[in-house]
Nanobody
């Protein structure tokens, strides 16, 4: 299983970034996909998830600003991040959960938001 995240970088407060996570080695259409983040000195936290039925869930801190969506034909999940804030600065990780409950993580993508 491989999860390859891309799209991180530097943005100004109020700006936007889009993260992508390309998955391989899994039955992408059957899996729940999620984005998590970890800021320096903090625990990793859930940002957003999208199920195989495209049901989405968002952390309160990103509701109304971030959107998670998936392209099953490309085995890719995206995280569109709008109205970014400095507190969104973190390493963002992609995770997949199989129908049997196994979890796989990708390498992180750094997102830095300047004020």
């Amino acid at each position: 299983v491989q999860l390859q995240a891309s799209g991180g970088g530097l943005a100004q407060a109020g700006g936007s970034l889009r993260l992508s996570c390309l998955a391989s080695g899994i039955i992408f259409t059957a899996n729940t996909m999620g984005w998590y983040r970890q800021a320096p000195g903090k625990q990793r936290e859930l940002v957003a998830t999208i199920s195989s039925a495209r049901v989405t869930y968002y952390a309160d801190s990103v509701k109304g600003r971030f959107a998670v969506f998936r392209d099953n034909a490309k085995s890719t999940v995206y995280l569109q991040m709008n109205r970014l804030k400095p507190e969104d600065t973190a390493v963002y990780y992609c995770k997949t959960t199989t129908i049997t409950g196994e979890n796989y993580w990708g390498k992180g993508a750094q997102v830095t938001v300047s004020s």
